[in-house]
């Protein structure tokens, strides 16, 4: 079945794209192939956990390896849902095909810990786009868990029976340089928030909105999305791109935004007015979501917490 979605979006995508007269009933149709929602039946279930990092595939050099084994420390004793990247999943540039080896030397031989063998969402980069993104959505068809519809998409998580969790994923680098994609995902992006009864909406993306990293700000995202984010009441940004690990918010909105780039390479960050945490580490943000609230820790590469962020 996922191959199935996967399939009929791309092609759906690649036809609609190509036709960029914004008729109503094209928009239709378009809103309908990329919004489809994955969710789950009823639960058990009273929290949901996932682990989410960007910025890695280097054939486990540059600290890759032992980012990897922390997660896979961290996620044998604390059970993860799903695991999202954020982007750059595949340097210097990308992949070139479903065969190529670095599915291998910086995905498959890297995360091969048992705690990890969970879903993969995938988010992606600039550096991804220097390669095939078709490939990466064609990997589908060939992991048990790697998961990725179309470059941008959303899907719903149960947190228990009465609270649902919206994923929406963000491909930022066409927000950034496409004018006439970014209108289509930005329409797209508001009618999946605008519709959406989840209490906790995530947003991720590569981009960072806001970064006292090397790249800084993204200014084409503080202007087009973040008053999406604002007037649907998003409660988290998730981002890569620069290499380290930070925590960011303006004091006047409720948006908490979340940098996780620490997946191999490191550089330097820099306190901005808005930041409340920055490292330049090796790790990834480890959430926990229940009815109340959302946990974010700052994991290194050991697996230990070093910063913990409770919102609410």
């Given amino acids: ?10 092609i759906g995508l690649t036809i609609i794209e190509g036709y960029m007269k914004k008729t109503k009933f094209v928009l239709f149709i ?22 989410a990092f960007g910025d890695w595939g280097r054939d486990g ?42 599915w291998k030397t910086s995905f498959e031989d890297v995360y091969s810990d048992e705690s990890l063998q969970c879903p993969w969402y995938i988010c992606f980069g600039n550096h991804d786009y220097r390669g095939s993104i078709q490939a990466q959505i064609n990997y589908t068809y060939e992991s048990k868990r790697w998961n990725c519809p179309g470059r941008y998409y959303s899907f719903v998580k149960k947190v228990d029976d009465s609270t649902d969790a919206l994923f929406v994923i963000l491909d930022t680098y066409s927000l950034i340089v496409d004018n006439t994609l970014a209108i289509l995902q930005l329409d797209w992006l508001d009618s999946i928030l605008a519709y959406s009864t989840a209490k906790w909406k995530i947003a991720a993306g590569h981009h960072p ?53 620490g997946g191999s390479e490191l550089r330097d960050v820099s306190q901005t007015r808005y930041t409340l945490f920055s490292r ?28 913990t962020v409770k919102v609410q």
């Avoid at 079945?1 to 791309?10: A, E, G, H, P, S």
């Avoid at 378009?30 to 682990?51: A, G, H, N, P, R």
């Fill in 209 to 261: 909105m806001y970064s006292g990293g090397v790249h800084g700000n993204t200014a084409e995202l503080i202007d087009d999305v973040k008053p999406l984010f604002e007037k649907y009441k998003v409660n988290i940004y998730l981002a890569g791109h620069d290499h380290d690990m930070q925590y960011l918010k303006e004091p006047h909105t409720n948006i908490h935004y979340f940098v996780s780039g």
């Fill in 61 to 102: 050099d540059y600290g890759q390896q032992e980012t990897a084994d922390g997660m896979g420390v961290y996620a044998e004793k604390h059970k993860m849902d799903f695991i999202l990247t954020l982007g750059d999943n595949f340097y210097p540039a990308g992949v070139k095909s479903t065969k190529d080896k670095q």
């Fill in 1 to 10: 079945m996922k191959c199935v979605i996967v399939y009929i979006k791309t």
């Fill in 30 to 51: 378009y809103l309908f192939l990329v919004s489809f929602t994955f969710s789950q039946e009823s639960t058990t279930k009273t929290s949901l956990s996932f682990i």
């Fill in 280 to 307: 330049s580490m090796n790790g990834f943000l480890a959430l926990s979501i229940n009815r109340s609230r959302v946990r974010v820790n700052f994991i290194n590469d050991k697996g230990k917490r070093v910063y």
